[in-house]
């Protein structure tokens, strides 16, 4: 199996295996760095593209321990959700970020990148980073504050450089995650890497060479609109009219046969398998297999043929293609498919096609009281998991 399961049976056999054997320890062992990442649950990519969803996981933990044992895991999981609500109604936050990032100073992250292939300490994360696609939570804070803070970079420079790599890169935990390492996400928050912290946490240190103590938070000015827009009102269950009906999927949710979605008999399905540019190799190729996967699962629900899209903007031909006058959609998190999805969108509108987008229970339900900061959320949404548990 993967290192990080890209398809749905390989996640839900992986679910299975950390139900019986890592669920119970998570909460003591989930900051140790090690080889293999045997510690966590290493599903972070399938939740992101929800090849597995937030709910089915939680479930799967909770019927088989007590919430009290797990309560930390599923707070862990529980923190996607709050990212995504936090950002859906700030999405000023997302616009600051790509407007900066699009515009770092590349000789000084060129600079230390350079020193983060060869300094000790980082350059095994790095490493690891561009094999594999993915890097320990607690690592990813470690490098993220010495970039920030140790080096005084641009913290969008850096967020972007996680978002091309990750497998399990997702809008929302990657860029808020950052701005909070940074000092910008909880004023008067931030996080600085100390060199006692990884001694302790990391199986595999060898040398901290490249790593200072004593280092200064060095906070960047604010340039965000933080300011909260209302959340669209998208329904659990789309209205679907009468006559053909396109269902369309992209990969912020590769499972939506276990959506309200699952029960549509559409007259064509389409999969849009958008990459960023900048994407790396490795990110591209766990990305593609997962749409491989979902396509195959799709056609079997479905009956139908999967058309592979490379682009959003191949969406209006292939629709004109089908004949079909109406599209349906899970609605995508802001997020880069958002943004490739909402100029196409409008096309659509204006050829009198119908759109129908939804979201799921789970996120009508949670992303509302994503209002302020994590723990007053985790406290309207802990007695929905800790009932009866």
Known sequence: MELFPSDRQG??????????????????????????????????????????????????????????????FVQEVVWRTYWKGWLEQRPGVWTDYLRQASSPDPDAAADVLGAAASAGAMSRFTEELRATGYMHNHARMWWAAW???????????????????????????????????????????TYITRRDNLQKYWEGVESLEGIED???????????DRSRHPLPDYPDVPP???????????????????????????????????????????????????????????????????????????????LGETGCGTVVLMAPFVGPDADAWRPVRQTLLDKGI???????????????????????????????????N
Not at 48 to 72: G, W, Y
Not at 286 to 313: C, F, I, N, Q
Not at 368 to 383: D, N
Request: glycine share 8%.
């Open 11 to 72: 996640a839900l056999q992986r679910l299975e295996e950390f139900v019986q054997s890592g669920a119970a320890a998570y909460s003591r062992t989930r900051n140790f760095v090690k080889a293999g990442h045997g510690n966590v649950s290493r599903l972070s990519a399938a939740l992101r593209h929800r090849l597995l969803s937030e709910e089915e996981v939680i479930a799967a933990v909770l019927a088989a321990h007590r919430f009290s044992a797990v309560e930390k």
């Open 214 to 224: 004593h280092v200064r938070a060095r906070i960047p000015a604010e340039t965000a």
């Open 354 to 388: 119908h759109v129908a987008e939804c979201r799921r229970a789970w996120d009508q339900r949670l992303f509302p009281a994503a209002r302020a900061g994590f723990f007053p959320f985790w406290h309207k949404a802990r007695p929905a998991f800790s009932a009866g």
């Open 240 to 318: 679907v009219p009468a006559g053909a009906v396109a269902l369309v999927g992209h990969a912020d949710d590769l499972s939506i046969e276990t959506t309200p979605l699952g029960t549509v008999r559409p007259g064509a399905v389409a999969l849009i398998g958008q990459h960023a540019e900048t994407d790396s190799p490795v990110k591209r190729a766990w990305r593609s297999r997962a749409m491989e996967d979902a396509a195959a699962r799709w056609t079997a629900h479905y009956g139908k043929g999967v058309s592979r899209l490379p682009r959003w903007e191949a969406l209006p031909a292939w």
């Open 147 to 189: 970039w920030c803070h140790q080096h005084g970079l641009p913290w969008a420079a850096g967020a972007r450089f996680f978002f091309d790599h990750l497998i399990d890169a997702d809008a929302a935990s990657n860029t808020l995650g950052w701005r909070w390492v940074a000092g910008l996400q909880t004023p008067g928050k």
